[in-house]
C-alpha cells in the first residue's frame, strides 16, 4: 500500500486512478495524516439472506396477482 499526500494525488489523479485500477490501495494523506483510500472496485458478494429475499420476490412475481385480487384505482396507487 503506497501513500501519496493530497497535492500528489490531486496533480497526478490519472496516474494515481490507473494504479488503483490496476489493483493497488493507495492511501492518500493530508498534513501528513491518512484521510482516504484509494482502492480498486470490487463488487460486493450478495449475503444469503439477500439471495433468499431476491428468489422470494422473483417467484411472487412468477406467480402474479392471483384472481379476486381486487383493482386500485389511480389515486389509490399515488395515495401517500
Known sequence: M????AREANQQFAR?????????????????KP?????PYRPQALMPEQRAAIARVVEMMRR???????RFTRDEIYEL
Open 16 to 32: 494515481i486512478l490507473g494504479e488503483a485500477a490496476a489493483g493497488e490501495e493507495i492511501v492518500i494523506t493530508r498534513r501528513g
Open 35 to 39: 484521510v482516504a483510500v484509494l482502492a
Open 64 to 70: 402474479g396477482i392471483g384472481r379476486g385480487a381486487r
Open 2 to 5: 503506497r501513500t501519496v499526500s
